[in-house]
């Protein structure tokens, strides 16, 4: 008596997965994802207070606003109004953070690099938004602009790359800040999951890369425990895998 109802059964529990995939973790993403840019706050309020960077690494600020600028951009071309939302306060805070400490970044090769990261990149953005707004089909612009976001990825993957090598080199995972990780992990799972259940390449598959080198972090982090466990949290935040999206 049950059979001609299984497939209404069936048929329920898709809609509610598909609504908790496309729904729910979206807008769990865009939470998890702005605390996470709001992490440095604290510290970066301290430099303004004391007009110091008291050892802080303006660099990541500098790639976190690229990224966010890049991603909105794409959510704006998609439209998917949870990356739009999971990115504008991002690239309001991240140009906070490098309106802040650009001015204290002392001169010489630490300041250099900086500015260079951010006119190279502003140059960059200007060509690529020049190239789809005039020269792209419209139908290409959102695919382009992904691209060039996911590009971007490759290059702030270097630095968790960068971090895995030196914690198996010293078998020392001081610089890996296991409760930020952990969060970093759980923000591109969600964002993982959501780009696979909307088919979107460009958001699973950063994402995806992403939670992998978290999660080899966190590997890492149970291996080799950390020797010194007072640990900048912004230094944390060079590993960039929770600003994919």
Not at 36 to 61: D, E, I, M, W
Request: charged fraction near 10%; include cysteine; charge should be neutral.
């Amino acid at each position: 008596p049950g059979r001609p109802n299984a497939p209404t059964s069936r048929a329920r529990r898709s809609v509610a997965m598909g609504w908790i995939l496309e729904s729910v973790f979206p807008t769990v993403g865009v939470f998890t994802s702005n605390m996470l840019y709001f992490a440095p706050y604290p510290a970066v309020t301290r430099v303004r207070k004391t007009h110091s960077l008291q050892g802080v690494n303006a660099v990541p600020f500098a790639l976190m606003l690229l990224s966010t600028v890049s991603w909105m951009a794409y959510g704006l071309a998609v439209p998917n109004p949870y990356i739009v939302a999971s990115n504008l306060p991002g690239v309001v805070v991240s140009a906070w953070y490098v309106s802040s400490s650009l001015p204290l970044a002392p001169r010489g090769e630490g300041r250099a690099q900086l500015e260079g990261i951010l006119v190279g990149g502003a140059a960059s953005l200007a060509v690529e938004f020049t190239a789809v707004r005039f020269l792209a089909a419209e139908a290409q612009r959102a695919g382009i602009l992904g691209l060039c976001a996911t590009l971007l990825c490759v290059v702030l993957f270097a630095s968790p790359l960068s971090t895995i090598a030196e914690v198996v080199r010293t078998r020392n995972s001081a610089t890996i800040l296991g409760p930020l990780t952990a969060a970093q992990c759980s923000n591109c799972a969600l964002w993982t999951f959501y780009g696979l259940a909307i088919m979107d390449v460009w958001v699973w598959g950063p994402n995806s890369a992403g939670l992998l080198l978290g999660l080899a972090q966190l590997a890492l982090r149970c291996l080799f425990p950390s020797e010194s466990p007072d640990v900048h949290e912004v230094e944390a935040l060079s590993n960039p895998t929770a600003e994919v999206t």
